[in-house]
Nanobody
Framework: QVQLVESGGGLVQAGGSLRLSCAASGRTFSSYDMGWFRQAPGKEREFVAA????????SYADSVKGRFTISRDNTKNTVYLQMNGLKPEDTAVYYC????????????????WGQGTQVTVSS
């Protein structure tokens, strides 16, 4: 398994921006598809965005499409989530996840998870 550590969360006003980072351990990061999920209080964890191992393809949840951008730097073993136009409903703990086989956007498709970083958007 790969070890993942998220950072960059915080408190921001509605309409603001944040960039989350997820640093991965190991020498095979460039072979993993990566994803971001989020979980709001009292709700199930949900898919936000994913990116293929090369960075050539991405996928987004409809709720964040056009506002969030996932990217990666394989030389730094890091995946990013740029979040613009934040809304109070984006408030959640954001988790980074790695997918070592196949491609998918469902929770079971990912086999390594970070500890999460809190994002709070005030109105």
């Amino acid at each position: 398994q790969v070890q993942l550590v998220e950072s960059g969360g915080g408190l921001v006003q509605a309409g603001g921006s944040l960039r989350l980072s997820c640093a991965a351990s190991g020498r095979t990061f460039s072979s993993y598809d990566m994803g971001w999920f989020r979980q709001a209080p009292g709700k199930e964890r949900e898919f936000v965005a994913a990116i293929t191992s090369s960075g050539g393809s991405t996928s987004y949840a409809d709720s964040v499409k056009g506002r969030f951008t996932i990217s990666r730097d394989n030389t730094k073993n890091t995946v990013y989530l740029q979040m613009n136009g934040l809304k109070p409903e984006d408030t959640a703990v954001y988790y980074c996840a790695a997918q070592t086989t196949g491609w998918g956007t469902a929770l079971p498709d990912f086999d390594s998870w970070g500890q999460g970083t809190q994002v709070t958007v005030s109105s």
